[in-house]
């Protein structure tokens, strides 16, 4: 069974994907050298899961809040299994659809997550030129999903609009 559950101290294989350069090959963490310190600090900034197979730790999604705006700005990281990437990011938009919008974004060569976030999200931008990848630019693709406040907010926005047409 697949599932997100409270994670509060880092496993150390989690912080041996974090330094796995071609893991990492599409996320600017691969610039930073984490250590147990380095990734504890983070994981009491930010909302946090542990994307766990049959009580195995495979991945992790986290999120930082932005208050002022209710926006979670939302990333993965799958390195115990490939295959349940897409399953373990709509777990994750479930448990932040409370927030009135989820963002996420991804350099445009990572096309895992660009085929995640377009099967769950709505596109959003490109920025290109965004990153250096290998020292060459590389666009930034960005997309969003309105919280479910804001959907039924729209939903009835909607009717309120037809009932007058
Ligand atoms: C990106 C990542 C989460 C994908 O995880 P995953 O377990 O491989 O994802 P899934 O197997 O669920 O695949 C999701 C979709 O992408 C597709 N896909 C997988 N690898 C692909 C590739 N190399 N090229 C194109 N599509 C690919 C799958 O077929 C699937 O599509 P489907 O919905 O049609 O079946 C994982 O590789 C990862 O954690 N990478 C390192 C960290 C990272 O880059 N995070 C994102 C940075 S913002």
Same mark, same amino acid.
């Not at 060569?109 to 660009?114: H, I, T, V, W, Y």
């Not at 596109?123 to 020292?135: A, M, T, V």
């Given at each position: 069974?697949?599932?997100?559950?409270?994670?509060?101290?880092?496993?150390?294989?989690?912080?041996?994907?974090?330094?796995?350069?071609?893991?990492?090959?599409?996320?600017?963490?691969?610039?930073?050298?984490?250590?147990?310190?380095?990734?504890?600090?983070?994981?009491?900034?930010?909302?946090?899961?542990?994307?766990?197979?049959?009580?195995?730790?495979?991945?992790?999604?986290?999120?930082?809040?932005?208050?002022?705006?209710?926006?979670?700005?939302?990333?993965?990281?799958?390195?115990? #299994?490939?295959?349940?990437?897409?399953?373990?990011?709509?777990?994750?938009?479930?448990?932040?659809?409370?927030? #009135?919008?989820?963002?996420?974004?991804?350099?445009?060569?990572?096309?895992?997550?660009?085929?995640?976030?377009?099967?769950?999200?709505?596109?959003?931008?490109?920025?290109?030129?965004?990153?250096?990848?290998?020292?060459?630019?590389?666009?930034?693709?960005?997309?969003? #999903?309105?919280?479910?406040?804001?959907?039924?907010? #729209?939903?009835?926005?909607?009717?309120?609009?037809?009932?007058?047409?």
């Amino acid at each position: 069974m697949l599932e997100l559950r409270e994670y509060t101290i880092p496993e150390q294989k989690h912080i041996d994907w974090l330094n796995d350069k071609d893991l990492m090959r599409y996320s600017d963490q691969r610039h930073v050298h984490h250590t147990r310190a380095s990734v504890q600090h983070y994981m009491f900034q930010v909302w946090f899961r542990g994307v766990y197979l049959n009580d195995v730790l495979i991945g992790t999604v986290a999120a930082s809040i932005d208050k002022h705006n209710d926006v979670a700005d939302l990333g993965i990281l799958m390195g115990g #299994r490939r295959g349940y990437g897409k399953a373990a990011w709509k777990l994750a938009l479930d448990e932040l659809s409370t927030h #009135r919008m989820i963002v996420a974004g991804c350099m445009v060569g990572n096309q895992a997550m660009q085929t995640i976030m377009r099967r769950t999200m709505e596109y959003s931008h490109i920025i290109p030129d965004r990153f250096l990848y290998d020292g060459k630019p590389m666009a930034g693709v960005y997309y969003r #999903r309105a919280g479910e406040a804001a959907l039924r907010l #729209r939903e009835e926005m909607a009717g309120i609009y037809y009932r007058r047409l």
